[in-house]
Protein backbone atom coordinates (compact mmCIF):
# COMPACT_ATOMS: atom_id res chain seq x y z
CA UNK A 1 0.00 0.00 0.00
CA UNK A 2 1.48 3.44 -0.74
CA UNK A 3 2.14 5.73 1.67
CA UNK A 4 1.38 8.49 -1.30
CA UNK A 5 0.91 8.98 -4.58
CA UNK A 6 3.97 10.60 -6.75
CA UNK A 7 3.03 13.97 -8.67
CA UNK A 8 5.00 16.74 -10.08
CA UNK A 9 6.67 19.45 -8.15
CA UNK A 10 6.42 22.92 -8.28
CA UNK A 11 9.83 25.56 -8.98
CA UNK A 12 11.53 27.07 -6.03
CA UNK A 13 12.53 30.18 -6.17
CA UNK A 14 15.84 29.52 -7.52
CA UNK A 15 13.84 27.56 -10.24
CA UNK A 16 15.20 24.19 -9.47
CA UNK A 17 12.55 21.71 -7.45
CA UNK A 18 13.33 21.03 -3.72
CA UNK A 19 14.41 18.09 -2.17
CA UNK A 20 12.81 15.04 -1.83
CA UNK A 21 10.16 13.99 0.86
CA UNK A 22 10.19 10.48 2.32
CA UNK A 23 7.10 8.32 2.52
CA UNK A 24 6.40 5.41 4.65
CA UNK A 25 4.11 2.17 4.78
CA UNK A 26 1.82 2.15 7.83
CA UNK A 27 1.70 -1.00 10.38
CA UNK A 28 -0.22 -4.14 8.99
CA UNK A 29 1.51 -3.56 5.63
CA UNK A 30 4.92 -5.10 5.29
CA UNK A 31 6.35 -5.29 2.07
CA UNK A 32 4.02 -3.10 0.68
CA UNK A 33 5.07 -1.34 -2.05
CA UNK A 34 6.20 2.31 -1.91
CA UNK A 35 5.79 5.34 -4.34
CA UNK A 36 7.65 8.32 -3.72
CA UNK A 37 6.14 11.04 -1.42
CA UNK A 38 5.42 14.21 -3.53
CA UNK A 39 8.86 16.12 -3.50
CA UNK A 40 9.65 19.53 -1.41
CA UNK A 41 9.35 22.23 -3.89
CA UNK A 42 9.02 26.27 -3.01
CA UNK A 43 7.31 28.58 -4.39
CA UNK A 44 4.50 31.35 -3.75
CA UNK A 45 2.25 30.81 -0.47
CA UNK A 46 -1.32 30.60 -2.08
CA UNK A 47 0.32 28.54 -4.66
CA UNK A 48 2.13 26.05 -2.63
CA UNK A 49 -0.72 26.08 0.16
CA UNK A 50 -3.81 24.85 -3.07
CA UNK A 51 -1.47 22.73 -4.26
CA UNK A 52 -0.97 20.64 -0.86
CA UNK A 53 -4.39 20.94 -0.85
CA UNK A 54 -5.25 19.45 -4.07
CA UNK A 55 -2.86 16.57 -3.91
CA UNK A 56 -4.16 15.97 -0.37
CA UNK A 57 -7.76 15.83 -2.02
CA UNK A 58 -6.66 13.51 -4.78
CA UNK A 59 -5.16 11.53 -2.22
CA UNK A 60 -8.01 10.70 0.13
CA UNK A 61 -10.40 10.03 -2.64
CA UNK A 62 -8.55 7.72 -4.91
CA UNK A 63 -9.11 4.41 -3.44
CA UNK A 64 -6.83 1.71 -2.20
CA UNK A 65 -5.99 -1.53 -3.65
CA UNK A 66 -7.63 -4.50 -1.77
CA UNK A 67 -6.56 -8.00 -1.08
CA UNK A 68 -8.36 -8.93 -3.84
CA UNK A 69 -7.35 -6.51 -6.39
CA UNK A 70 -10.85 -4.96 -6.07
CA UNK A 71 -10.77 -0.90 -5.10
CA UNK A 72 -10.58 0.36 -1.34
CA UNK A 73 -11.64 3.66 -0.07
CA UNK A 74 -9.56 4.97 2.28
CA UNK A 75 -10.94 5.89 6.20
CA UNK A 76 -9.68 8.53 7.75
CA UNK A 77 -9.43 8.73 11.53
CA UNK A 78 -9.23 12.32 12.48
CA UNK A 79 -9.32 12.98 16.07
CA UNK A 80 -7.13 16.37 15.99
CA UNK A 81 -4.84 18.74 14.33
CA UNK A 82 -1.29 19.06 15.76
CA UNK A 83 1.09 21.66 15.13
CA UNK A 84 4.69 21.37 15.98
CA UNK A 85 6.88 24.24 16.10
CA UNK A 86 10.64 24.67 16.22
CA UNK A 87 13.62 23.89 14.61
CA UNK A 88 13.85 20.82 11.95
CA UNK A 89 15.07 18.21 14.68
CA UNK A 90 13.06 19.44 17.00
CA UNK A 91 9.44 19.18 15.34
CA UNK A 92 10.46 15.71 13.92
CA UNK A 93 11.02 14.61 17.35
CA UNK A 94 8.02 15.66 18.84
CA UNK A 95 6.49 14.03 15.58
CA UNK A 96 7.44 10.57 16.14
CA UNK A 97 5.59 10.89 19.42
CA UNK A 98 2.89 11.94 17.86
CA UNK A 99 2.86 9.13 15.08
CA UNK A 100 3.55 6.53 18.02
CA UNK A 101 -0.76 7.77 19.00
CA UNK A 102 -1.95 6.97 15.56
CA UNK A 103 -4.19 3.91 16.97
CA UNK A 104 -5.97 6.29 19.10
CA UNK A 105 -5.15 10.00 18.23
CA UNK A 106 -4.87 10.23 14.31
CA UNK A 107 -5.41 12.73 12.16
CA UNK A 108 -3.16 15.32 10.43
CA UNK A 109 0.02 16.62 11.88
CA UNK A 110 2.14 19.92 10.38
CA UNK A 111 5.68 20.58 11.33
CA UNK A 112 6.60 23.77 10.91
CA UNK A 113 10.54 25.34 10.18
CA UNK A 114 11.61 28.68 9.47
CA UNK A 115 14.00 29.29 7.27
CA UNK A 116 15.13 33.34 6.67
CA UNK A 117 16.81 32.45 3.13
CA UNK A 118 13.63 31.94 1.63
CA UNK A 119 11.70 34.59 0.47
CA UNK A 120 8.56 36.32 3.23
CA UNK A 121 6.25 35.43 0.01
CA UNK A 122 7.01 31.85 -0.68
CA UNK A 123 7.34 28.88 1.44
CA UNK A 124 8.33 25.40 1.19
CA UNK A 125 5.77 22.15 1.36
CA UNK A 126 5.50 18.78 1.13
CA UNK A 127 3.28 16.31 2.54
CA UNK A 128 3.63 12.52 3.40
CA UNK A 129 0.35 10.26 4.51
CA UNK A 130 0.61 6.63 6.43
CA UNK A 131 -1.82 4.10 6.09
CA UNK A 132 -2.60 0.64 8.06
CA UNK A 133 -4.88 -2.03 7.50
CA UNK A 134 -8.16 -2.81 9.81
CA UNK A 135 -9.51 -5.53 8.99
CA UNK A 136 -8.86 -5.08 5.30
CA UNK A 137 -9.92 -0.96 5.25
CA UNK A 138 -7.03 1.06 4.94
CA UNK A 139 -7.16 3.93 7.83
CA UNK A 140 -4.45 6.83 6.96
CA UNK A 141 -3.37 9.36 8.65
CA UNK A 142 -1.10 12.80 6.85
CA UNK A 143 1.42 14.76 7.70
CA UNK A 144 2.36 18.24 6.06
CA UNK A 145 5.97 19.79 6.65
CA UNK A 146 6.06 23.73 6.19
CA UNK A 147 9.80 25.89 6.23
CA UNK A 148 8.57 29.38 5.84
CA UNK A 149 10.51 32.34 5.13
CA UNK A 150 11.13 36.13 7.05
CA UNK A 151 8.14 37.49 8.31
CA UNK A 152 6.63 33.98 8.89
CA UNK A 153 4.79 35.27 11.60
CA UNK A 154 2.34 37.23 9.27
CA UNK A 155 1.35 33.71 7.53
CA UNK A 156 1.72 30.94 9.32
CA UNK A 157 -1.75 31.31 11.10
CA UNK A 158 -3.65 31.30 7.80
CA UNK A 159 -1.83 28.91 6.37
CA UNK A 160 -2.04 26.35 9.13
CA UNK A 161 -6.16 27.45 9.01
CA UNK A 162 -6.51 26.60 5.49
CA UNK A 163 -5.07 23.06 5.88
CA UNK A 164 -6.63 21.83 8.85
CA UNK A 165 -8.88 19.56 9.38
CA UNK A 166 -12.35 21.16 10.30
CA UNK A 167 -14.38 20.20 13.49
CA UNK A 168 -11.49 18.62 15.45
CA UNK A 169 -9.31 20.35 17.97
CA UNK A 170 -6.08 22.22 17.15
CA UNK A 171 -3.41 21.05 19.14
CA UNK A 172 0.24 23.38 19.02
CA UNK A 173 2.99 22.68 20.32
CA UNK A 174 6.17 24.56 21.00
CA UNK A 175 9.60 23.32 21.21
CA UNK A 176 12.08 25.33 22.56
CA UNK A 177 14.02 26.80 18.81
CA UNK A 178 10.27 27.74 17.64
CA UNK A 179 10.80 31.73 16.97
CA UNK A 180 9.18 33.82 19.55
CA UNK A 181 6.41 35.62 17.14
CA UNK A 182 5.61 32.28 15.14
CA UNK A 183 4.72 30.38 18.42
CA UNK A 184 2.62 33.45 19.46
CA UNK A 185 1.11 33.31 16.00
CA UNK A 186 -0.06 29.80 16.35
CA UNK A 187 -0.66 30.25 20.32
CA UNK A 188 -3.28 32.58 19.10
CA UNK A 189 -5.48 30.27 16.70
CA UNK A 190 -5.23 27.05 18.53
CA UNK A 191 -7.51 24.77 20.56
CA UNK A 192 -5.23 23.97 23.71
CA UNK A 193 -1.20 25.00 24.28
CA UNK A 194 1.45 22.19 24.66
CA UNK A 195 4.90 23.22 25.67
CA UNK A 196 7.66 22.04 28.16
CA UNK A 197 9.18 24.46 30.72
CA UNK A 198 11.68 21.83 31.92
CA UNK A 199 12.89 23.58 28.29
CA UNK A 200 11.70 27.07 28.22
CA UNK A 201 12.76 29.73 30.46
CA UNK A 202 10.09 30.77 32.73
CA UNK A 203 9.47 34.34 31.14
CA UNK A 204 9.04 32.50 27.97
CA UNK A 205 6.22 30.21 29.42
CA UNK A 206 4.27 32.61 31.39
CA UNK A 207 4.61 34.29 27.77
CA UNK A 208 2.70 31.62 25.87
CA UNK A 209 -0.05 30.96 28.70
CA UNK A 210 -0.62 34.71 28.64
CA UNK A 211 -1.59 34.67 25.02
CA UNK A 212 -3.51 31.39 24.65
CA UNK A 213 -6.91 31.82 24.95
CA UNK A 214 -7.37 28.00 25.25
CA UNK A 215 -6.42 25.65 27.53
CA UNK A 216 -2.76 25.06 28.23
CA UNK A 217 -0.84 22.11 29.26
CA UNK A 218 3.00 21.44 29.99
CA UNK A 219 4.95 18.45 29.86
CA UNK A 220 7.08 18.94 32.85
CA UNK A 221 3.84 19.75 35.26
CA UNK A 222 3.06 16.14 34.11
CA UNK A 223 5.72 14.49 34.65
CA UNK A 224 5.66 16.28 38.63
CA UNK A 225 2.39 15.23 39.10
CA UNK A 226 3.39 12.98 41.50
CA UNK A 227 5.78 15.02 43.24
CA UNK A 228 2.47 17.10 43.93
CA UNK A 229 0.00 14.43 44.69
CA UNK A 230 2.84 13.01 47.83
CA UNK A 231 3.21 16.96 49.20
CA UNK A 232 -0.97 17.48 48.70
CA UNK A 233 -1.23 13.88 50.56
CA UNK A 234 1.03 15.54 53.88
CA UNK A 235 -1.60 17.78 54.48
CA UNK A 236 -4.56 15.25 54.71
CA UNK A 237 -3.12 13.73 57.60
CA UNK A 238 -2.31 16.89 59.19
CA UNK A 239 -5.35 19.19 57.97
CA UNK A 240 -4.46 22.63 58.53
CA UNK A 241 -0.55 22.54 58.60
CA UNK A 242 -0.38 24.20 55.28
CA UNK A 243 -1.26 27.56 57.10
CA UNK A 244 1.89 27.59 59.46
CA UNK A 245 5.02 26.14 57.22
CA UNK A 246 8.07 28.26 57.83
CA UNK A 247 10.52 26.64 55.78
CA UNK A 248 11.02 24.94 52.40
CA UNK A 249 13.83 23.15 51.03
CA UNK A 250 14.27 21.81 47.31
CA UNK A 251 16.85 19.72 46.38
CA UNK A 252 16.89 19.60 42.49
CA UNK A 253 19.72 18.20 40.34
CA UNK A 254 22.19 20.79 38.89
CA UNK A 255 22.42 22.03 35.53
CA UNK A 256 22.43 25.07 33.09
CA UNK A 257 18.89 24.35 32.19
CA UNK A 258 15.51 25.82 33.60
CA UNK A 259 15.16 24.95 37.53
CA UNK A 260 12.66 22.56 37.93
CA UNK A 261 12.25 24.24 42.03
CA UNK A 262 10.37 27.26 39.92
CA UNK A 263 7.29 25.57 38.61
CA UNK A 264 7.12 23.49 42.09
CA UNK A 265 7.25 26.48 44.24
CA UNK A 266 5.13 28.38 41.74
CA UNK A 267 2.63 26.00 42.57
CA UNK A 268 2.51 25.84 46.40
CA UNK A 269 2.64 29.89 46.31
CA UNK A 270 -0.21 29.57 43.97
CA UNK A 271 -2.34 27.79 45.94
CA UNK A 272 -1.40 29.09 49.32
CA UNK A 273 -1.39 32.58 48.61
CA UNK A 274 1.90 33.04 49.29
CA UNK A 275 3.80 36.20 47.71
CA UNK A 276 7.95 35.88 46.48
CA UNK A 277 9.88 38.69 48.20
CA UNK A 278 13.01 36.99 46.88
CA UNK A 279 14.25 33.99 45.80
CA UNK A 280 14.92 32.95 49.16
CA UNK A 281 11.83 34.31 51.03
CA UNK A 282 8.15 34.59 50.72
CA UNK A 283 5.08 35.78 53.02
CA UNK A 284 2.13 33.78 53.58
CA UNK A 285 -1.68 35.14 53.47
CA UNK A 286 -1.05 36.00 57.37
CA UNK A 287 2.01 38.01 56.87
CA UNK A 288 4.76 35.37 58.34
CA UNK A 289 7.73 34.98 56.65
CA UNK A 290 8.15 31.94 55.08
CA UNK A 291 12.07 30.26 53.83
CA UNK A 292 12.99 28.80 50.78
CA UNK A 293 16.10 26.96 50.59
CA UNK A 294 17.44 25.33 47.36
CA UNK A 295 20.01 22.61 47.41
CA UNK A 296 21.94 20.25 44.11
CA UNK A 297 21.21 16.83 44.49
CA UNK A 298 24.01 14.08 44.93
CA UNK A 299 25.11 12.99 41.42
CA UNK A 300 24.36 9.52 40.66
CA UNK A 301 26.63 6.71 41.59
CA UNK A 302 29.79 6.61 38.89
CA UNK A 303 28.54 4.40 36.29
CA UNK A 304 24.69 5.19 37.02
CA UNK A 305 22.95 6.27 33.65
CA UNK A 306 20.05 3.74 34.26
CA UNK A 307 17.59 6.58 35.40
CA UNK A 308 19.34 9.38 32.87
CA UNK A 309 16.95 12.19 32.35
CA UNK A 310 17.54 14.51 29.95
CA UNK A 311 16.31 17.89 31.57
CA UNK A 312 16.85 18.50 35.50
CA UNK A 313 14.84 16.82 38.28
CA UNK A 314 13.55 17.76 41.30
CA UNK A 315 14.97 14.77 43.96
CA UNK A 316 13.75 16.10 47.23
CA UNK A 317 11.25 18.39 48.87
CA UNK A 318 11.20 19.13 52.71
CA UNK A 319 8.69 20.92 54.29
CA UNK A 320 8.79 22.59 58.47
CA UNK A 321 5.48 23.46 59.78
CA UNK A 322 3.68 22.95 62.80
CA UNK A 323 0.82 20.84 63.76
CA UNK A 324 -1.29 20.79 67.28
CA UNK A 325 1.32 23.12 68.44
CA UNK A 326 4.51 20.90 67.54
CA UNK A 327 6.87 20.89 65.04
CA UNK A 328 6.08 18.70 62.20
CA UNK A 329 9.03 17.55 59.76
CA UNK A 330 7.50 16.26 55.93
CA UNK A 331 10.13 14.62 53.50
CA UNK A 332 9.97 12.95 49.99
CA UNK A 333 13.33 12.30 48.86
CA UNK A 334 14.13 10.26 46.19
CA UNK A 335 15.85 6.72 47.36
CA UNK A 336 19.65 6.51 46.87
CA UNK A 337 19.47 2.81 45.85
CA UNK A 338 15.98 3.22 43.70
CA UNK A 339 16.22 7.02 41.86
CA UNK A 340 12.49 6.15 40.69
CA UNK A 341 10.77 5.66 44.09
CA UNK A 342 11.12 8.34 47.16
CA UNK A 343 10.45 7.99 50.38
CA UNK A 344 7.70 9.97 52.27
CA UNK A 345 8.03 10.55 56.09
CA UNK A 346 6.05 12.59 58.34
CA UNK A 347 7.77 13.35 61.44
CA UNK A 348 6.50 15.04 64.33
CA UNK A 349 3.46 14.63 67.02
CA UNK A 350 2.38 11.16 67.47
CA UNK A 351 -1.02 11.41 65.70
CA UNK A 352 0.44 12.03 62.24
CA UNK A 353 4.04 10.33 62.51
CA UNK A 354 4.20 8.05 59.43
CA UNK A 355 6.65 6.75 56.51
CA UNK A 356 6.14 4.75 53.81
CA UNK A 357 7.89 4.22 49.79
CA UNK A 358 6.36 5.53 46.91
CA UNK A 359 7.19 4.57 43.18
CA UNK A 360 7.17 7.71 41.35
CA UNK A 361 6.39 5.72 37.57
CA UNK A 362 8.10 6.66 34.81
CA UNK A 363 6.89 7.39 31.38
CA UNK A 364 8.05 7.61 28.26
CA UNK A 365 7.05 11.18 26.38
CA UNK A 366 4.61 9.46 24.35
CA UNK A 367 2.78 8.63 27.00
CA UNK A 368 3.45 12.43 28.32
CA UNK A 369 2.02 13.75 25.05
CA UNK A 370 -1.02 11.51 25.47
CA UNK A 371 -1.71 13.40 28.65
CA UNK A 372 -1.15 16.97 27.29
CA UNK A 373 -3.51 15.93 24.49
CA UNK A 374 -6.20 13.90 27.26
CA UNK A 375 -5.96 16.71 30.03
CA UNK A 376 -9.48 18.52 31.06
CA UNK A 377 -9.00 19.87 34.18
CA UNK A 378 -6.87 21.86 36.03
CA UNK A 379 -5.57 24.04 33.29
CA UNK A 380 -5.84 27.82 35.86
CA UNK A 381 -3.84 26.12 38.33
CA UNK A 382 -1.50 25.35 35.45
CA UNK A 383 -1.84 28.47 34.64
CA UNK A 384 -1.48 30.27 38.09
CA UNK A 385 1.80 28.28 38.76
CA UNK A 386 3.56 29.01 35.51
CA UNK A 387 2.84 32.95 36.18
CA UNK A 388 4.15 32.57 40.06
CA UNK A 389 6.94 30.42 39.15
CA UNK A 390 8.34 33.40 36.69
CA UNK A 391 7.84 35.98 39.34
CA UNK A 392 9.94 34.31 41.45
CA UNK A 393 12.37 33.28 38.57
CA UNK A 394 13.09 36.96 37.85
CA UNK A 395 13.72 37.79 41.81
CA UNK A 396 17.19 38.41 43.10
CA UNK A 397 18.50 36.02 45.89
Request: net charge negative; proline share 8%.
Given at each position: ????????????S?????S?????????????????????????????????????????????????????????????????????????????????????????????????S??P?????????????????????????L??????????????R??????????????????????????????????????????????????????????????T????????????????????????E????P?????????????????????????????????A??????????????????????????????????????????????????????????????????????????????????????????????R??????????????
Amino acid sequence: MSASPSSPSSSGSSGSSGSSGSSASGPGAPGAPRKPAPPRSTGPIAKEVARVESELNTFWSTPDEGKDGQPVAKTRASTMTYVAVGTADEVAHLESQAEALEATHAGRSFLITVDPSIPPAEIEASWTATCRRDGGVPICRDRVTLCFGAGAHERVASVVRALALADVPLFVEAAPGAPPDVAEALVAICDRLILDSAELPTARVAELVQASRGPVADRAYIRTHSWRDLVARFFDQAPGAHRFIRRVEIARTPGDGPDPAALFLGWLASRLGWTFTTRTQATDAAGATIEIALTDAPPPPEGDTGDADPFRRLDAVRIQTTFEDKALSLTCARLDDAPTSVRWTLRGPRTCASEHVHPLGRRDETWVLMKAINATEGDQVLRDASLAAATWSALSA
